[in-house]
């Protein structure tokens, strides 16, 4: 492929280079560009590579007028405007395709290299991990590369010596960059935080509640949010996140109770009573649209965040004022032990006590039964637990595909399908909770973590999306009951993919190597583990770095112990001694520049098959070589080379004339092959 590239005239070769880069900008695109947009960019640069290589003529305007018009009214059609952060990203991919069949001069390469690097930035919107600011660094080489090439007249170097100068180049700005990075002023926010189109449409946990809500969830590798623990991880059957609490219930779809879309009001009277050693963590939650804090059950105390204060509903909901449209970072010490609320008069326990008239008549009647009447009625502990061990012997199935269920839910799903998801079992079991006359309630959130034990941290996926139970007794107040852990539970202490059915036979084996089925020997899954550090790391130093953790970096820095401070002065006086000594030493290896030159010169000859003979002076090379095969302007070449490097190496030059020469030299380099 280098071999053909290089094969290529001049302006063949610039202009496939433009147009690789082009494409390597608009890869990423195609990620989240609708399929009929994807091929309509990629066949403008198909098209007009094929017109550079083979040297046919460019398509008239009368051509690229009507496409550009049909190009733009499809766009229109599929995001209904053409201006806004997803259809200018659009409006843009387009133009870029249909530019590059409208390239004439150099001013129009200069337009569509620009162009590209705005393009590029835009990827900013969809993807800011490590893989992604790998490959937009390659691509910006390479635009640089292409944008290099139009800059050279008749004569350029190799590809491959016009990257490694663009990468050289790179390499000295990153110090720079990193200067700037920490001490340019920079707006409150990510660069690239703003919410994204349509942010309240992103899957995650809602305000309600139905059958098949939570299992839409179970497939969806998104990222929620991530927690580095300064105290021992938590064992998994205790990592429960707690998001909405939800207590209305119309037959079919639960709710919260109260106004739907409102933050809660904050209650100072909650009633908790705290009980043994603390968990005390970082969480780091993914940008989303929605307001809900994340914490394990239950908070004890969460950090404020900077511009958008929280508060907290009397079931312990945490529900930031704005949305949440960056990545946020918070400090959170939960209690795995707690009493709360032990005190709920006969008023407060109604509302968790209320069931629809007339809904699923068949459960509310095998309840009331279940518990009995009197002085024979059960326990409230007793009739939890005789629910509960009513699941784990009937023939129930935890399953992501359960069948539909009909206008009383509850009584198809106890007594017909017995086929569901956690939302069936945490449901129903409310259900029939309220119906023996003891208040419960569901919780949804998220139940386990992605663990890491090598750094202490866990991540939470949208898979991990998961509903459970409170009910409330006397004297203990909301206890949490997951009746899923009745019916499958691997799923609590391993993970969701342990929990589901066996996959078939030939997936078996992968599935336990990538550490899918819970385990945790997987090669895949240890690999997995050390990436997730990595990109915690970058979230955490690059990504997240907000004014206030930049602010509060360079305080440490300006508190250090004047001992510390004097160690790094050293050590960097010292690592710029050691970069100086390496530029001398390499220097001083290569010798005469002009001599360089001579011996790269020879070797290039050698090449050709007209090795310099340990006797020959420049003048007989110079003999011998003009009486060889080549080209009449690389003999040209070769003479000039031989007469300049001959008057300088053996003449009284000055130093100005001497750095002349020498880019006479290399300029005539290029031309002897």
């Known amino acids: 492929m280098i071999r053909w590239f290089n094969s290529l005239p001049r302006d063949k070769a610039d202009i496939v280079l433009l147009l690789l880069a082009a494409a390597m900008v608009l890869a990423p695109h195609a990620l989240h560009l609708p399929p009929w947009l994807s091929v309509a960019v990629a066949m403008p640069l198909l098209w007009r590579a094929a017109i550079t290589v083979r040297g046919r003529r460019q398509p008239p305007l009368a051509v690229l007028a009507p496409l550009a018009v049909l190009g733009i009214a499809a766009v229109y059609a599929s995001y209904g405007s053409v201006l806004g952060r997803d259809a200018g990203v659009a409006m843009l991919a387009l133009l870029l395709a249909l530019k590059s069949l409208e390239m004439h001069g150099r001013r129009d390469i200069f337009v569509f290299v620009f162009l590209s690097f705005f393009l590029l930035l835009a990827n900013f919107f969809h993807a800011q991990g490590i893989l992604s600011a790998a490959w937009m660094l390659a691509t910006v080489i390479v635009l640089l590369a292409a944008l290099l090439s139009a800059q050279y007249g008749a004569v350029q170097p190799r590809l491959a010596q016009r990257l490694g100068l663009l990468g050289r180049l790179l390499a000295l700005a990153l110090p720079l960059s990193a200067v700037m990075f920490l001490a340019v002023p920079r707006i409150d926010g990510p660069l690239w935080g703003a919410a994204p189109e349509g942010a309240q449409a992103r899957t995650g946990l809602s305000d309600s509640m139905q059958p098949g809500a939570i299992a839409s969830l179970a497939l969806s590798s998104e990222a929620v949010f991530s927690a580095r623990f300064s105290t021992p991880l938590p064992p998994q059957d205790q990592l429960y996140w707690r998001g909405v609490v939800l207590g209305d219930f119309d037959g079919s779809t639960w709710t919260r109770r109260g106004a739907k879309g409102r933050a809660p009001a904050s209650d100072n009277r909650i009633d908790i009573a705290l009980e043994g050693q603390p968990s005390n963590y970082e969480v780091s939650l993914q940008a989303s649209g929605q307001r809900r804090i994340f914490a394990l059950d239950v908070p004890r105390s969460i950090e404020r965040l900077p511009g958008n204060p929280y508060v907290v509903s009397s079931a312990l909901e945490v529900l930031t004022i704005q949305p949440i449209t960056s990545t946020v970072r918070y400090r959170v010490s939960s209690q795995p032990r707690y009493r709360l609320q032990a005190g709920l008069s006969a008023a407060q326990q109604q509302p968790w006590l209320a069931l629809p008239a007339g809904s699923n008549p068949r459960s509310v009647a095998w309840a009331r039964a279940l518990r009995g009447h009197g002085a024979q009625a059960l326990a409230p502990a007793d009739a939890i637990a ?219 000859q050698a090449r050709r098959g007209y090795s310099r003979a340990p006797h020959e002076g420049p003048h007989g090379y110079a003999a011998r070589l003009a009486a060889g095969k080549a080209t009449p302007e690389a003999h040209a070449a070769i003479a000039q080379f031989l007469a300049i490097y001959a008057a300088m190496k053996y003449g009284n030059a000055n130093p100005d004339e001497q750095l002349r020469a020498r880019r006479s030299l290399r300029r005539l380099l290029t031309q002897c092959r």
């Open 386 to 604: 005789a629910v509960l061990e009513h699941f784990r012997r009937a023939p129930f199935r935890y399953t992501l595909q359960p069948p539909l269920l009909g206008k009383h839910g509850v009584d198809d799903f106890l007594f017909g399908t017995q086929a569901g998801f956690c939302e069936h079992y945490a449901g129903s079991f409310v259900v029939l909770m309220r119906a023996m006359g003891i208040p419960a309630r569901v919780v949804t959130g998220y139940q386990g973590g992605l663990r890491n034990e090598s750094d202490n941290s866990l991540s939470v996926r949208q898979s991990d999306a998961h509903a459970w139970s409170e009910a409330w007794l006397a004297g203990r107040g909301w206890v949490r009951v997951d009746p899923t852990g009745a019916v499958a539970p691997l799923r609590t202490q391993r993970n969701l993919d342990a929990a589901l059915p066996p996959a078939p036979p030939p997936l078996t084996a992968w599935r336990a190597l990538a550490g899918l089925d819970g385990g945790a020997r997987g090669a895949v899954a240890a690999w997995r583990q050390q990436w997730q550090q990595a990109e915690h790391a970058w979230s955490s130093w690059v990504l997240d770095t907000t004014p206030q953790r930049r602010r509060a970096m360079l305080d440490g820095l300006r508190n250090l112990p004047a001992t510390k401070l004097a160690l790094a002065c050293a050590v960097l006086a010292l690592l710029s001694a050691m970069a100086g000594a390496l530029v001398w030493w390499r220097q001083a290896r290569q010798g005469d520049p002009l001599d360089a030159l001579y011996a790269q010169f020879c070797r290039q």
